[in-house]
């Protein structure tokens, strides 16, 4: 079956720009992460998702950083007014329930370079 | 200080030998952890959950030890094939986001 998808796959923006990441999860799972991966580190996390009610965004480094996952399926990160500092790559991870400890299953993430 | 500890390595060993890795966890509410395979500019993907009785899924076995707070995986008979980056990962109680270290990069050379 079909796995999590991100698109676009490499966005290379100007500072000062808006951009907009897609996430289509796993057909039926509940629960939606989004990570970011700076280079040489390990994913840190920025938000999460149980259907379309938003239940932590404690990750998201500033107010420029938006979230939104409206009929419960597709979700979109948004970064405003990007800054060098938001190169990275964005991983969207989905999992099938809303249990703590449940097996998430990444996409291929979306590598963002901000020039 | 992070959360989840890990040597950044690279550890380079050769084909056939026994490996491990340490891991170190700070949140005493931790409550799940597993260790996840990256390979170079794919996604992390599951390798398996990390049990306090310990576990093995065939060449690999994880440990954890909750007193310490101290999570391990050794790899015996290493293969070309598992060269990548080793994420270990903690859940903590009440919580569904994943907590990771930095990685722990593996070369295997022939």
Known sequence: GA??????????AKRGQ??????????GHVSLFWYQQALGQGPEFLTYFQNEAQLD?????SDRFFAERPEGSVSTLKIQRTQQEDSAVYLCASSLGGGSGETQYFGPGTRLLVL | RKEVEQDPGPFNVPEGATVAFNCTYSNSASQSFFWYRQDCRKEPKLLMSVYSSGNEDGRFTAQLNRASQYIS???RDSKLSDSATYLCVAVNTGFQKLVFGTGT???VSP
């Open chain 2, 105 to 107: 990069r593996l070369l």
């Open chain 2, 73 to 75: 995986l050794l790899i």
């Open chain 1, 18 to 27: 808006d951009v907009a990441l897609r996430c289509d999860p796993i057909s």
């Open chain 1, 57 to 61: 965004k404690s990750g998201l480094p």
């Open chain 1, 3 to 12: 796995g999590v998808s991100q698109s676009p796959r490499y966005k290379v």
